[in-house]
């Protein structure tokens, strides 16, 4: 499986003409890519998120059911990086519903279809160092997969995540500039891969995000450029109910192009270099997660481990009952049976049936 993995990192890396186009969520699994796996029904968790260059928004997400969950991400700051002191406030807003936790229960493998729309809200767009958007409403479908080494707990053992997607930015018609309209629709495939290594308090994750045009925007674009970002980051599990988060963006490509917007009179290139992220997730409900105690926890996870192991074969007790209770049983079969009634040991009960056969001159019983 590594050795897929790094193949499939190393694909991502080189696609060219990509960008990242995935905003944060706060749901399960790594921070930007998404995961398979749905809050419980009931869950609302919050994540607030600051970004170097400057961006800070938040993100709600709602458990609606075990296949069900929504999420709402605002952005509430965006800096539009064209000197002076330009900002949004607020910027667009993202509106996500995934159909996720599909597949076998208890398997390995989980999956996922997330459908999203982005809602102009800002006043300015079209802006350097950030994602490709012309202000129109725009609209997109991600296919997610997730493997989980503890189905039961993913998160509590090694997972691997899978994003492949598309966007419409439904920008025909769009000025991009005093001199530029989008004749063209603009598309473009999503990706996103990552892995997390958990530890008692740390997660330890990496993460690539990107976009390849299948329409590119016109060149009046500042974030058509070619460009490839990896992720590490971290994550302190203060309490159960809230982590602290943080993580560095590296660009591993993107220096412009011929066909790229020109570098502005500032110098300041389609995208940085490096970009610095801080956040914090927080479970607002249940609130029972506030006043449960480390041993409750420890013995929930313990008797849904135990539900989820398989019955035990079901064993035919009337028959062996009949069977030692013949006159010719000896009273060791009969207090053999006995000892193997419900509650005991598997084979404390095969012991018994055996015993009980042998007095009784019977074939084996099969349960």
């Known amino acids: 499986m590594s050795i897929a993995f790094l193949g499939f990192w190393a694909l991502l890396v080189n696609v060219s003409d990509v960008q990242a186009q995935l905003p944060f969520h706060g749901g399960r699994g790594p921070t930007f890519v998404r995961s398979a796996w749905n809050l419980e029904p009931g869950y609302l968790t919050l994540y607030t998120h600051t970004r170097f260059y400057v961006q800070g928004g938040a993100a709600l997400n709602y458990g609606i059911s075990r296949h069900f969950e929504a999420s709402l991400v605002p952005m509430i700051y965006q800096d539009t990086n064209q000197g002076g002191k330009g900002f949004n406030i607020p910027d667009d807003i993202f509106l996500r519903l995934k159909i996720g936790s599909l597949g076998q229960r208890g398997a390995t ?39 989980a080494r503890d189905p039961l707990y993913p998160e509590d053992g090694f997972s691997a995540h899978f994003n492949l997607g598309y966007w419409n930015h439904n920008d025909v018609g769009q000025a991009l500039s005093a001199t530029t309209t989008v004749t063209k629709m603009t598309q473009e495939f999503l990706y996103g891969a990552s892995i997390i290594l958990p530890s008692e308090k740390f997660n330890f994750r990496f993460e690539i995000l990107g976009s390849a045009f299948i329409n590119a925007p016109p060149t009046a674009a500042f974030s058509r450029t070619p460009v490839a970002y990896i992720t590490p980051g971290v994550s302190y599990k ?120 042998r007095h009784n001159d019977v074939k084996p019983l099969h349960g």
């Open 109 to 147: 493998m989980s999956y996922a279809i997330e459908l999203g729309t982005r809602f102009p809200a800002g006043k300015t767009h079209n802006i350097p160092l950030e994602p490709y958007s012309a202000g129109k409403f725009s609209f997109g479908t991600t296919g997610i997969v997730s493997f």
């Open 238 to 357: 203060a309490y159960r109910w809230m982590s602290i988060d943080a993580s560095s963006d590296i660009r591993l490509s993107g220096t412009p192009g011929q066909n790229s917007a020109p570098l502005r009179q500032d110098g300041l290139p389609p995208y940085s270099a490096w970009r610095v992220s801080l956040g914090a997730k927080i479970t607002l409900l249940p609130t029972s997660l506030y006043s449960m105690s480390e041993r409750d926890l420890l013995m929930r996870k313990a008797a849904s481990r135990n539900s989820a192991k398989p019955n035990p074969p079901k064993r035919n007790w009337s028959a062996l009952k009949m069977n030692a209770a013949k006159p010719n049983a000896s009273w060791n079969a009969c207090a053999a049976f006995w000892k193997a009634k419900p509650g005991a040991s598997s084979k404390t009960a095969k012991t018994a049936m055996t015993a009980a056969n």
